[in-house]
């Protein structure tokens, strides 16, 4: 068995199975220490309020009126815009689309008055 790379893989990224070389943490994961051993890094980013890009040593809170990209395999990868007029997140639960004040969620999913 290799030995680990020498120094120990960066924060954002994490050892190959054969120990000997760093590789980035996946978008929608991250590293928040040096060493680590798994492509898990030290975990996943929450949807639809967290999403990190690749080497990332946190998760990335989204801002107001966007929510969290997901791609196929269910990571959050980017940010977007909340689909549709008039919607927007609450400061309470970022990432939630919902509906401005004085509208509410249609029967096709948009927002009415």
Same mark, same amino acid.
């Given at each position: 068995m290799k030995e680990a790379p020498e120094p120990p893989c960066s924060a954002g990224t994490y050892a190959n199975d054969e120990q000997s070389d760093c590789l980035g943490c996946a978008a929608g994961r991250f590293g928040a220490t040096i060493g680590l051993a798994s492509e898990v890094c030290s975990g996943r980013c929450f949807p639809p309020s967290e999403y990190s890009a690749r080497?990332? /040593? #946190?998760?990335?809170p989204v801002e107001i009126g966007y929510t969290a990209d997901i791609d196929d395999s269910g990571l959050s990868i980017g940010q977007k815009s909340c689909p549709g007029a008039r919607t927007t997140t609450l400061a309470s639960d970022p990432g939630v689309?919902?509906? /401005? #004040?004085?509208?509410?969620?249609g029967a096709n999913a948009t927002c009415e008055k």
């Open positions: 080497y990332a /040593e #946190a998760c990335t689309c919902v509906c /401005e #004040a004085d509208y509410y969620r």
